[in-house]
Structure formats: C-alpha cells, structure tokens
C-alpha cells in the first residue's frame, strides 16, 4: 500500500453516482494537492488509473473498478478577480460547476450562466465539454492545466484545444485547473445577468427530471448533412422511449 495511504486512499470504497447504482472501487483517492496526484501516479504508474468527476454520465459496472480510481473533490478552490482586475476566474479541476457559476453571477462576471443547471466537477465539465441549448464551457475557456497520466504537468491555451460538441480532446489528461475569460458588467447590468441565470434554471427544471436518479443528457445529438437531429425525437420515432432491459 502506498504510503500516502492514510491520508488520502481508501480500499474497497463506494463510488458515488448521479444514478446511485454500481460497484465500487479497489482504491479510492483523494488528492488535496498537485503534489499528492503527481506522487500517486508515479506510484501507479503502469496500472489502471480512471479519474472521477461528480458522477454524472457514469454508470458503474456491479463489479466495480479496478486499480486506482482518483477524485479531485478536494482540489476544489475558486479564485474570483478583484474589482481592478481583468475578469479571469482561475479554479482547480475538482471544483464545483453550480457553485461556480452563481459565484460569478454574484460578482457580475457573465459568460459561464448559460451552463446553469449541468452537474459536473469544472474538470469533468472541461473534457466533455459541457454545454446545453444556451451555450458550451469552451466559450468561456482561456487555459486550461493538466497532469498527463505519467505525472507531467501542461498547460494548453484556449486554441490549443480540440474543442467540439461534447467534446475536447483531453480525455487522456487529468484537468488540475482552468482559467476561464468571463465578461465584467456594470453595476447597472447585473439584474439582468441574475434574472439570465434563474430563467436558464427555470427553463432546465420545466424541461428536465432534475429531482430525479438520472446521469443527464446520455445520449449525444447526431449530426446529419448539415442538421443536428435531437436524440429525444428519434428515441421517440423509434419506440424506445421507456425501453427498461432488466
């Protein structure tokens, strides 16, 4: 057993899921620092190693997962910009998307209020590129800092990066922080940057189960020639709406 051990690895330990289903994992970790991740995959190094966001889009095998599983929940710090600073949110990979968001609509920093109502970890939200009928992270991304899988750390500016619908590319890297570009209102604006966010949320509730055990949008909207079929109405179209296997 590595030495970090007590601090931060659990054996045997349950992975919690949006839809509270599966097994769980051999090791847990929990890293606090960029030194404590780097020293678990140098540990690690050659073995699984799968990297766990909120929990949601993930549906867990009963078996469970082998090897190393690390959550970031603990490399959670936000830092929001002074008044005379430029409008640069800087915040750790483990950090949460909805508390994120409503700590920039506070502060009127506009640009990240279209995700409203998506759970994810910042990182989690990164790789995938999160995103819904009012916009996507990318648009508010300026670098993004990331460890590979054997412990390297990079930093990758906004073009560098191979951002397309619900994805980015960075799937193989372990997203340690983000620098995201927002917009600074006036005084005078930022009602309406408020009232923005509730009708997003508002909009997200009257359309979507959100009290309900699900992992949000599974499946992706296919492109067809030049259109963007919803994956809804063809799931309806099919007669699968309401397909239950076992």
């Known amino acids: ?59 867990i095998h009963d078996a469970g997962v082998d090897g190393l599983t690390i959550s970031l929940e603990e490399m959670n710090a936000v830092h929001f910009p002074e008044d005379d600073e430029a409008p640069i949110v800087t915040a750790q990979g483990g950090a949460g998307l909805p508390k994120l968001i409503l700590g920039c609509v506070q502060r009127g920093l506009a640009g990240v209020e279209t995700l409203a109502g998506i759970p994810a970890t910042l990182g989690g939200a990164i790789v995938m590129n999160a ?61 309406e940057l408020r009232e923005s966010l509730k009708r997003i949320m508002a909009y997200k509730k009257h359309s979507q189960p959100m009290g309900e055990r699900s992992a949000g949008c599974v499946f992706k909207n296919p492109t067809v020639g030049a259109e963007r079929l919803g994956a809804g109405k063809l799931i309806d179209q099919a007669g699968c709406k309401g397909l239950a296997v076992g």
């Open 131 to 191: 995103g819904g009928a009012f916009g996507q992270i990318a648009d508010s991304v300026r670098r993004v800092h990331a460890i590979t899988r054997s412990g390297q750390k990079i930093t990758l500016a906004r073009h560098e990066i191979d951002f397309n619908y619900r994805r980015s590319g960075l799937n193989d890297l372990i997203i340690t922080g983000v620098e995201l570009q927002l917009e600074r209102l006036e005084p005078s604006d930022q009602s």
């Open 1 to 59: 057993m590595s030495p970090l051990a007590p601090n931060i690895i659990e054996r045997s330990a349950p992975i919690e899921t949006w839809f509270g289903v599966g097994g769980g994992a051999d090791l847990l970790a929990r890293p606090h620092n960029e030194t404590e991740l780097r020293d678990l995959l140098h540990e690690q190094a050659g073995a699984s190693v799968q990297i766990l966001g909120d929990g949601a889009n993930l549906l």
